[in-house]
């Protein structure tokens, strides 16, 4: 193999790697920005979490308040306090 033939082999070489480390590159950045946005998503979700637990605390808190308060409650206020949640 002549020495020009080796050299036009290893810019194809050349060529052809730096097109994939591109390639390889833009994915990267794709699953950065994607690995991001998940990570605000979770961090997103978590606090609602606790949010919505202390909602569902207050309704039930309310709830027992209700059907367990001196004397009872008729079955239409228990009606009017479910009717309410």
């Known amino acids: 193999m002549s020495l020009s033939a080796q050299l036009q082999q290893l810019r194809d ?7 994939e480390q591109l390639d ?3 994915k990267a950045d794709l699953m950065e920005r994607r690995l991001t946005a ?8 978590s606090s609602e979490r606790i949010r919505w637990t202390a909602d569902m605390q207050v309704a039930l808190l309310h709830q027992l308040t209700v059907t367990w308060s001196p ?11 479910q009717s309410k949640q």
Do not use: N, P, W
């Open 13 to 19: 070489q050349f060529h052809q790697k730096t097109t």
């Open 24 to 26: 390889l590159k833009a």
């Open 38 to 45: 998940a990570s605000k998503l979770i961090a997103g979700l």
């Open 71 to 81: 004397g009872g409650s008729t079955l239409q206020e228990r009606k009017l306090c």
